[in-house]
């Protein structure tokens, strides 16, 4: 009884988000087993409308002061509700994008297909608002196996399964190096709750474990670096991207990876700050460390994908860029944090800057594999030249191509443009020149390979002659991204003060509720 008393006394509308998901995801199961051919064709749309039911009940708690439950593992606070409504938008549209991609795709077990959709993203978002160890680690593997076997699905084509295996096995081997490192914080502090590792850290290096305090943040370091696709731990994400249903390759492009960016900085920023902050010189190794990844990510990312003719593989190594990008607001909050108190005042700014990004991303990469998935499929090939004479075939399916290429490529009047820009002050704000130039020679290089989409759509004569039709799905998701990129390029300072007024930053400071 006094057990029951006490799991009475939390506040459990804190979790209706991740339960509305649960519930979504045991109706499409149960429908699917005992309703048949019917059942899988309700599936997709139980499925949205449990996203839409998860977002409604995180937007109806944006202005709640932070709170934590379940002896301070799960918490709810701005940095939670920004990165859960980017996972629940990427996830709403790689649904509405599956809706019309599936009706001809070779894509077996259909409502299962859509069960795993939405247990990746409930690992997602219990990722963005664990406190605690064992929490995030438990949301990190549900949203790694449901991603193994959705890049599988396609069970008949030999790529996709080929896929899978490297992504299960590296997959492995990232988790097998972030339970080493987390083994060693543990071990170090006796606890797992991330706000007193904060602490014990700090009293754990005066002792004279400064080395294994290190080592143990290296290896966390290298698990999320395959989580990321941040170079030069990107191998599995060509093969994956293209053996992959492309509608998957959006969600691992877009959800995933906000999802472990979101533990990268739940993980390192929360449990490493207190250290950070004690030891000036393990801030900066940490912050020097990151743009070194950061840099990588962008020359490999940009160099390698000027060779490719799959455009699935190009966006994939596209996509180790964007990670690269990223990383370098993420250093410059571990730089911040090693300021102490006195950094402190700057930290809002990377942190919005990250948010701002991973939104503007999110519109042009859904929308640019929406397009990518429906071209592919009409011409039968995942070569660039599919994208020949796109214009005279479907003059707006192309022109949304444009907006989604000239916003990852970083062009005014998108939402891209100013994600970079951001990013770049944000560098400049702490005297990183090197890393300055580097984006915007890294930016200068990915037009090449960008504008050769462009040129394929405009100035290049199509194999076929007749006009070329987007499913309905694939339609709204498109005009859906270049509403949202064109919106964010014309009224960026709208969203950044949105976001804003949402305090991603309460992510750093515990809250006394319990």
């Not at 977002?55 to 709810?76: H, M, N």
């Not at 543990?186 to 004279?208: C, F, K, P, Q, V």
Request: hydrophobic fraction near 55%.
């Amino acid at each position: 009884m006094g057990a029951e008393k006490y799991l009475l006394a939390y506040d459990w509308t804190l979790l209706t988000p991740e339960l509305s998901m649960i519930v979504a995801v045991t109706i499409m199961t149960l429908v699917d087993l005992f309703v048949g051919k019917t059942g899988r064709r309700l599936s997709p749309w139980i499925g949205l409308a449990g996203v839409v039911v998860a977002a409604a009940f995180v937007l109806s708690v944006l202005g709640r002061e932070p709170y934590q439950i379940l002896a301070d593992t799960y918490r709810l606070d701005g940095f939670s509700k920004v990165f859960k409504l980017v996972i629940l938008g990427g996830t709403f549209l790689v649904l509405l994008s599956s809706l019309s991609y599936g009706k001809k795709s070779h894509i077996p077990d259909r409502g299962e297909y859509y069960s795993l959709l939405l247990t990746a993203a409930l690992g997602g978002m219990m990722m963005t608002s664990s406190a605690d160890l064992i929490t995030l680690y438990v949301g990190l593997e549900l949203l790694s196996i449901s991603s193994y076997i959705l890049v599988g699905t396609r069970k008949h084509v030999l790529k996709a399964k080929e896929a899978a295996f490297k992504y299960f096995v590296l997959g492995g081997v990232a988790s097998a190096f972030m339970l080493y490192g987390m083994s060693f914080v543990y071990g170090l502090t006796g606890t797992t709750n991330l706000y007193a590792i904060s602490a014990d850290l700090s009293r754990a290096a005066e002792d004279g474990y400064e080395f294994f305090v290190a080592l143990s943040f290296i290896l966390i370091v290298v698990g999320l670096g395959f989580k990321i696709a941040a170079a030069p731990f990107h191998m599995w994400a060509p093969d994956v991207y293209e053996g992959a249903p492309t509608p998957v390759t959006a969600f691992l492009a877009v959800v995933s990876k906000t999802a472990a960016f979101a533990l990268l900085l739940r993980l390192v920023f929360v449990a490493y700050s207190g250290w950070m902050s004690a030891a000036a010189d393990f801030g900066e190794g940490v912050y020097v460390m990151l743009l070194v990844l950061a840099a990588l990510s962008m020359i490999v990312g940009n160099s390698v994908a000027l060779r490719q003719r799959n455009v699935k593989r190009m966006m994939a190594y596209s996509s180790v860029a964007q990670a690269g990008y990223v990383l370098v607001p993420v250093a410059v909050i571990a730089f911040l944090s090693g300021q102490g108190e006195g950094g402190y005042i700057f930290l809002p700014t990377s942190l919005n800057a990250v948010s701002f990004y991973l939104v503007a991303y999110l519109f042009a990469t859904v929308g640019a594999f929406a397009v990518i998935a429906a071209v592919n499929r009409d011409r039968d090939t995942e070569d660039i030249s599919a994208f020949a004479g796109l214009y005279a075939r479907a003059p707006w399916t192309a022109l949304a191509m444009l907006t989604f290429v000239l916003s990852l490529a970083g062009i005014p009047i998108t939402g891209g443009f100013f994600g970079k820009f951001y990013i770049f002050f944000s560098a400049l704000s702490v005297q990183s020149y090197w890393i300055a130039v580097i984006m915007v020679a890294a930016s200068v290089v990915s037009y090449f390979y960008y504008f050769e989409i462009v040129r394929q759509m405009f100035f290049r004569r199509a194999a076929v002659q007749e006009k070329f039709t987007l499913p309905v799905g694939l339609a709204i998701v498109v005009l859906i991204g270049a509403i949202g990129t064109l919106a964010l390029g014309v009224i960026p300072q709208t969203a950044l003060d949105y976001i804003g007024q949402l305090n991603v930053f309460e992510l750093f400071f515990p809250t006394p509720n319990q």
